[in-house]
């Protein structure tokens, strides 16, 4: 690798080497190469390390690039659409009036935004400020990276009210911070930004509830915007996620290690707990009172707790004198080579077809009924259904506590009638944001999760669990996801101060990731998400906690 100051260097796309100029940007040389590609080219790899395209090459180097259309591009083109909406806010509101802008959680292809400060925000406000995002677009302004010493950067962003900013670097090893400048504007994002607003073709902002909802395209579909459809069951638990944040003072990372350093954490962990043992105890409460509810229909995304949750919904219930008994969904499995595959020749376990649907409903139509019924065990090695005697009738105050993925799926349970269940979705929806601009997304921490117990329980490589991740996520938006609001209730699993616990499982997986991987630039932006956060001892969660599911010591068998 040659690095010194040169008139040209040799630069190798696509195995072909050209000659371009010193000081040419990567994004000068996408634009050589953009024909080749089906979408917008969003950041270079060279050598296997991510640039953005502002970035001026500097020596003799072989470069990828990845779109829009992948990952890392996607990300960076949400975090570009962010910082554009923040800057448009505060200039069409005026700095002076707004306390604070956060990015809250994502509904589908919508980004929700709360605000406070002295406005308030009305269909006209929103339109005034998505014409300043398409104005700041059609300039095509230049976003401007810039390393800033720690003191200057804390100056700068006490001076733009931005003092979550300042909270969480209190806590980064580095004696500098990357600071983005957008035509005066300044923010702080974790991960790659877009060299010019002019990159940002595809957006909405519409008013929602009390906030904004930023509206843009799939990594699947980069070029459309699908319509905005509302959740509002979801938006309402994520709200009270957010809520249980404000009451417990912790809404961002600095304020979550604020709490660790000042020896707060476990009245954290203990109050936090019993707000989700108060939200279980609600949900038996809802399912005692609707008579004749005998099937309890639990489904969510993967990781999402639903073997802890079922066993502590199964002890609320028993305290309103019902005997709860667990059904596994999986034990209904077809044999194995009656499976679905996939169109690489994998099985596909997660669609409703891997199901023998009309066995599950006869057994529960019977149980129904009142009579003894036989129910399966699937045994997973010789991929076959069996019959071991495990038998069940079901008595006045019998009822049944089922998980599997396809319980919000009235095909699932087609024969039953109506009133005889209950379905609850289960997700681990963060509310913990890096700072007020930078959210965590829902996927990352449940994908935390899954590398831990893969780990623990399975010896699978953090590596492995990264490669099946997009599989598992495709399963999930086509089996759980459409049903999500037919559910009776929803309970989010997330805990405020969980990645603080799992930091220390986590990071030694994804070191074991080498450069070159494909799994390699997933790692890094991991652990560089793992580094905002203090690491604590599990010594003093509770042994019942959902987290236990994931970090091992629970007191049920997960």
Known sequence: MNSEKRSSYQV???????????GITYGEIAGVYQKDYPYQIAVAVRNGKIRELFKRVDRDCTVEFLTLADDTGHKTYIRTATIILMKAITEVVGADKVDRIKMEFAIGNGYYCSKAGDFEVTDELVARVKAKMREYIEKDLCIIKKSMPLDEANALFRKQKMTD????????????????????YYDYYYGFMLPSTGYVQHFDLQKYENGFMLILPSKERPTQLDAFQPSPKLFHSMQMASDWGEMLGVNT????????????????????????????SEIAS???????????????????????????????????GLVPHPIAVDDYFVDREKTPKQPNGDYDFECLEAIDVELFNKDMCDLLAGKRVELPTFNFVTGKREYKGNFKQLGAEDILVIEGIHG????????????????????????????EHNRIPTTDGRLLRRMVRDARTRGASAKRTIQMWPSVRRGETENIFPFQESADAMFNSALIYELAVLKQYAEPLLYSIEP??????????????????????????PKNSIVREFVGGSCFKV
Not at 12 to 22: H, L
Not at 165 to 184: A, C, E, I, P, W
Not at 297 to 319: D, E, N, Y
Request: no cysteine.
């Open 12 to 22: 190798t796309v696509g195995g072909k080497t050209r000659e371009f100029p010193s």
């Open 165 to 184: 900013k300042v909270n969480l670097f209190k806590y980064r090893g580095s004696s500098t911070v990357n600071v983005y400048n957008l035509d005066g």
């Open 253 to 280: 990372v600095g304020d979550l290690n604020d709490q660790i350093k000042a020896g707060g954490f476990n009245e954290l962990v203990l109050v936090q707990e019993a707000l989700q043992e108060r939200r279980i």
């Open 286 to 320: 809802d399912i005692v009172s609707r008579r004749g509810v005998k099937f309890v229909m639990i489904a969510g995304p993967s990781s999402s707790g639903k073997t802890t949750f079922s066993h502590r919904l199964s002890v609320q219930l028993r305290t309103h």
């Open 408 to 435: 919000l799926n009235d095909r699932m349970s087609h024969q039953l009638p109506t009133e005889s269940k209950y379905k609850i979705y289960i997700s681990a929806l963060t509310s913990l944001n890096v700072d």
């Open 516 to 541: 070159g991987e494909p799994e390699y630039f997933e790692a890094v932006r991991l652990l560089k998400f793992l580094s905002y956060f203090l690491g604590v001892s599990t010594e003093s969660l």
